[in-house]
């Protein structure tokens, strides 16, 4: 099969195209024939190093395919099913947990079921569990016009939640806005000064950053006394340890650094969470929006729009139609 390789971690151009073996599955996993996968920003940590896998590895977590072989018998061969935690789905089969499987309803497109489940679910743990946005809270959102951007944004705003938006362009301020921000600010040296002057002279209740290392300082400026800040990522990379008694001169803040993977460590918890993102598209409260689809074999240049910032929303690699 057709499987992008990572034999060195590295830049984008670590990611080549090769003919490797079709896995095998263990026993509580089925094979999985790849249609779409998602891209996400994680899987450039791993490309790079920042998180560890041992090359070579195929990266990609998500996706979208049909049920090839389950060992058990179990599920019905050619099954539509998404997941989001099959570690090497950049390629024509991965293994997936048979407890991790979403089934697909018909009318979610196929690129739509690629990116839904990591990126939805870290938005829906973000509103839900992390802090329990609800009417007449606010919060602030970093790349607010992102995968995960977007729809964060959308959920906050459904929420009732005053919703303060950072972008790097013209067109990702018209998305944010048009996914229910109240206002969508520029990144700056005082932005969290910005945020306070609209927010009525007060911190926000939760900043949301998944930017790190060049947001991390406006967003402990930006929040009010008691409040959250939830470092979700590191898309300008990881930010440097800093000194507990900052979180007092700040007020009494508090800071916490969640994973999806804690947020759904057990399949109750899972599958509530993935259900309620399911259930979210196909009512319509949640749109997702692709901004490009890429041949498994250009991998590469996904990477590098991706690092550049140049998509909106989520992106994905066509694998088979
Ligand atoms: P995005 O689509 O949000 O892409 C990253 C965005 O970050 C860019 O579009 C850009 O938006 C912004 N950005 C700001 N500074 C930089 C920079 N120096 N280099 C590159 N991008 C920059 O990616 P995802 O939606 O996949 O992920 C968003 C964040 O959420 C990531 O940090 C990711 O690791 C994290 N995440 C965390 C999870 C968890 O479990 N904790 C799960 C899923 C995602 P702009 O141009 O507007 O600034």
Redesign the pocket.
């Known amino acids: 099969m057709k499987a992008i390789l990572v034999t060195q971690p590295g830049g984008p151009e670590a990611l080549t195209l090769h003919d490797v073996d079709v896995p095998t599955p263990a026993d509580h996993e089925v094979l999985v024939e790849v249609m779409v996968a998602g891209v996400?920003?994680?899987d450039t940590?791993f490309r790079e190093g920042i998180y560890h896998a041992a090359p070579p590895f195929t990266p990609g977590l998500e996706g979208v395919g049909r049920i090839a072989h389950d060992p058990q018998g179990i599920l019905a061969e050619g099954t539509k099913v998404a997941w989001n935690n099959a570690f090497g789905s950049y390629a024509e089969y991965v293994c997936v947990d048979r407890e991790r499987l979403v089934a697909v309803p018909q009318d979610i497109d196929d690129t739509v079921a690629a990116s839904m489940l990591?990126?939805g679910m870290?938005a829906h743990m973000l509103v839900h569990d992390v802090y329990d946005l609800s009417e007449g809270r606010s919060c602030l959102i970093?790349?607010?016009?992102?995968?995960?951007?977007l729809l964060l944004t959308q959920l906050a705003a459904a929420r009732g939640a005053t919703v303060f938006s950072?972008?790097?362009?013209d067109e990702?301020e018209q998305l944010a806005y048009a996914a229910g921000a109240t206002e969508v600010f520029r990144?700056s040296d005082n932005l969290a000064e910005i945020v306070r002057r609209r927010n009525g002279g007060h911190g926000v209740d939760v900043v949301y950053d998944?930017?790190?290392k060049?947001?991390f300082h406006e967003s402990l400026e930006a929040v009010r006394p008691r409040g959250l800040v939830c470092l979700?990522?590191?898309?300008?990379?990881p930010v440097e340890p800093i000194d507990p008694q900052r979180l007092n001169t700040h007020g009494s803040i508090y800071l916490t650094r969640?994973?999806?993977?804690a947020y759904t460590q057990d399949i109750e918890e899972f599958t509530a969470r993935a259900q309620g993102v399911v259930q979210a598209i196909v009512d319509g409260t949640l749109s997702i929006r692709i901004s490009g689809e890429y041949a498994l074999a250009d991998a590469v240049q996904a990477h590098r729009d991706?690092?550049?910032?140049h998509?909106?929303?989520?992106i994905v690699l066509r694998v088979r139609d």
């Open positions: 996400n920003y994680i940590y990591l990126q870290t970093t790349a607010g016009a992102g995968g995960v951007g950072v972008v790097s362009s990702k990144y998944g930017v790190g060049a947001t979700f990522g590191a898309a300008s990379g969640p994973s999806l993977a991706l690092q550049a910032r998509t909106t929303g989520s």
